[in-house]
């Protein structure tokens, strides 16, 4: 049974609700997962609460020090984390290990939180005044992530909000608990104090309860559309700051001089990597003319070579994450075929290197789709690749900018003009200039546009640093005999 991780702790809690946890790649239950109560929750945000207290005071030196000696930790047993993430996501071996490595970067930025923190100080604002800024924790905050990156996208957060001086309640994704229950350990192996990051599992109730509790400030959360806007929504109503990333339909435009076989590679990667499980995933490749049947008989030619199977065999494709998520994204396949689309790869009987009872999907392509079609609207997140045409750059760039989400975007092509042109003119947070998933360094911020994220800050580098702490202005003088007399008049230089 994996538990809830409060106090410092493994912790039961009250409820004894559960969730299962499958192995994608045998279709098993391995695993099953407590789901918190209400009270369950109200008694986590306590123990962070009361670990608030002197966390927020601990030093800068001192908070750094243990994200230094978790960063090592973590360094260390990498793979042990990428073997929790295949086993409860499927994802293969190699691309759990680049998420691992993607989370640990933000862990790495994280360690100079005494230099990112910094803020401005003002000698003489006026004579013999000064003014300088701080930035302060908030207390407790949430974070609610989801299945498809169940190390990095607590990551994203996690390291942050605790260096800069917060106490954290992670809800992570109720399908693969396993790798935020070791981020936990290894935390509290690494000196965290006790109840600064605590774990609670659960569904729809555990986040009802953090969304309303009046102690956590603020919400982090990534998922899909509908419940990223839900979560805003009564977040914010409840006086909370929250930045809610959602779901996505990445673009990848490839103009007719484009390296036609690079960007068959880009979209084959960026397609079918992580079973389309991804939410910088690319899902739609705007083919201008006349690149259309060059490239689809190019990306055709390469997923023949993908082996869908285990991910713990060396496979390029792992199962989906559970079995009713296969079901659906099978069905957008047959919607597909139903619209007129063209299957040029149906890859709903997928020779497999894997158990039969697998939520297995193989990848497919279809062409000739058109922004009608639900396979073009909907965000299917599975191994479905469309191919629409477009006669020019400029209704390439329509269908990007019509597209409700603005995710990530890619072009590629060898005109730095006309890369230069899309980058400024295209509606998404994260664009790709002859690089398929865009995915910013932790220095740098990641989110996106439109139904992509609700609120306006986006994870991690600067932003995340905001995000986590609130501004305060003091302006101070040093009383000397200079100063006194009597002066009624709104406060100006002199
Ligand atoms: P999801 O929205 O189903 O779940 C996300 C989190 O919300 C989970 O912790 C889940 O337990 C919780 N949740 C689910 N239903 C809820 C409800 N009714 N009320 C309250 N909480 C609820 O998403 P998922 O299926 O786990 O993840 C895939 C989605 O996440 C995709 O849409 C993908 O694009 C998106 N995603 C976005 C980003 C990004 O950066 N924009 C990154 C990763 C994933």
Not at 15 to 21: A, F, L, W
Not at 188 to 213: I, Q, T, W, Y
Not at 236 to 253: C, E, F, S
Request: proline residues 5%; charged residues 20%.
């Amino acid at each position: 049974m994996i538990s809830h991780f409060v106090g410092g702790k493994p912790w039961t809690g009250a409820s004894t609700r559960t969730g299962d946890v499958f192995d994608p790649a045998t279709g098993e239950i391995a695993e099953s997962v407590l789901f918190a109560s209400a009270a369950d929750v109200e008694h986590a945000v306590g123990v962070a609460a009361a670990a608030a207290k002197s966390w927020k005071d601990t030093s800068l030196a001192k908070r750094s020090a243990v994200l230094f000696a978790f960063r090592e930790i973590m360094s260390a047993r990498r793979d042990d984390l990428a073997a929790v993430i295949t086993a409860q996501h499927g994802k293969v071996l190699s691309d759990a290990a680049g998420e691992v490595q993607r989370g640990l970067e933000v862990v790495e930025y994280a360690c100079g939180i005494p230099t990112l923190i910094r803020a401005g100080f003002s000698e003489n604002v006026s004579t013999g005044v000064d003014t300088y800024a701080i930035r302060q924790p908030l207390g407790v905050v949430a974070v609610i992530s989801p299945f498809n990156f169940p190390a990095m996208v607590p990551l994203w957060f996690v390291p942050i909000a605790i260096a800069a001086g917060n106490t954290v309640v992670l809800k992570p994704s109720e399908k693969d608990p396993g790798a935020a229950v070791l981020l936990a350990e290894w935390f509290a192996e690494a000196g965290l104090p006790e109840g600064v990051f605590n774990v609670v599992h659960g569904d729809r109730e555990a986040v009802d309860a953090l969304l309303d509790h009046p102690t956590v400030k603020a919400v982090s959360f990534v998922g899909s559309t509908p419940i990223a806007r839900y979560v805003y929504e009564r977040g914010t109503a409840n006086g909370k700051r929250v930045q809610a990333l959602g779901g996505a339909k990445n673009h990848m435009v490839v103009l007719p001089d484009a390296d036609l076989d690079l960007a068959a590679d880009a979209a084959v990667n960026a397609g079918f990597g992580s079973a389309g499980e991804r939410c910088m995933a690319i899902s739609v490749v705007v083919a201008v003319d006349p690149a259309g049947d060059a490239l689809v008989d190019r990306i055709a030619s390469r997923m023949a070579a993908i082996r869908t199977g285990d991910g713990r065999r060396g496979c390029d494709m792992g199962p989906l994450v559970t079995g009713a998520h296969r079901d659906r994204v099978a069905s957008y396949v047959e919607a597909g075929i139903s619209a007129g689309a063209t299957a040029v790869v149906d890859g709903r009987d997928p020779a497999v290197d894997g158990a039969p009872g697998g939520f297995w999907l193989g990848p497919t392509l279809f062409d000739h789709v058109t922004p009608d079609m639900s396979i073009y609207t909907d965000e299917i997140f599975g191994p479905v690749l469309s191919v629409v045409r477009a006669g020019t750059y400029d209704e390439a760039l329509k269908l990007v900018n019509d597209s409700p989400y603005g995710n990530g975007t890619a072009i590629f092509t060898n005109d730095g003009g006309a890369a230069r042109r899309f980058q400024h003119e295209v509606e998404a947070g994260m664009v790709g200039v002859n690089v398929p998933i865009p995915v910013p360094m932790a220095y740098y911020s990641f989110g996106g546009w439109k139904a992509s994220l609700f609120g306006d800050t986006h994870a991690h580098g600067l932003e995340g640093v905001h995000f986590y702490t609130r501004g305060k202005v003091v302006t101070s003088r040093w009383l000397d005999p200079s100063h006194g007399g009597l002066n009624l008049g709104f406060p100006t230089q002199t």
